[in-house]
């Protein structure tokens, strides 16, 4: 792990959260009102760092920063998701 590196995130880590540090993590929510065409709704996201981890490339090693986020939705239907993502460093 490299402590100075900072992610490309999309300022998806919570303040004071140290980028890379396995487990920091950031939540958020919203909701809609029920209107005369839509049902009321409400979604939530959490963000988690899951740490640093290597990928093979190309036959090449890179480091990257694995952050999942996990979010539920109600409305008119009711869901659940969860996706991975490695993000790159930002260059030095």
Same mark, same amino acid.
């Given at each position: 792990?490299?402590?100075?590196?900072?992610?490309?995130? %999309?300022? %998806? %880590?919570?303040?004071? &959260?140290?980028?890379?540090?396995?487990?920091?993590? %950031?939540?958020?929510?919203? &909701?809609?009102?029920? @209107?005369? #065409? &839509?049902?009321?709704?409400?979604?939530?996201?959490?963000?988690?760092?899951?740490?640093?981890? #290597?990928?093979?490339?190309?036959? &090449?090693?890179?480091?990257?920063?694995?952050?999942?986020?996990?979010?539920?939705?109600?409305?008119? @239907?009711?869901? @659940?998701?969860?996706?991975?993502?490695?993000?790159?460093?930002?260059?030095?």
């Amino acid at each position: 792990m490299v402590p100075d590196r900072q992610p490309r995130s %999309l300022g %998806l %880590l919570a303040a004071g &959260a140290h980028p890379g540090r396995a487990r920091a993590e %950031l939540t958020g929510a919203c &909701a809609r009102e029920e @209107t005369g #065409n &839509a049902t009321a709704a409400q979604d939530s996201l959490r963000f988690e760092v899951i740490g640093y981890e #290597n990928l093979t490339v190309a036959a &090449a090693a890179v480091e990257t920063l694995h952050v999942r986020l996990t979010g539920t939705g109600t409305g008119g @239907t009711e869901s @659940t998701r969860t996706y991975d993502t490695w993000l790159l460093p930002a260059p030095t």
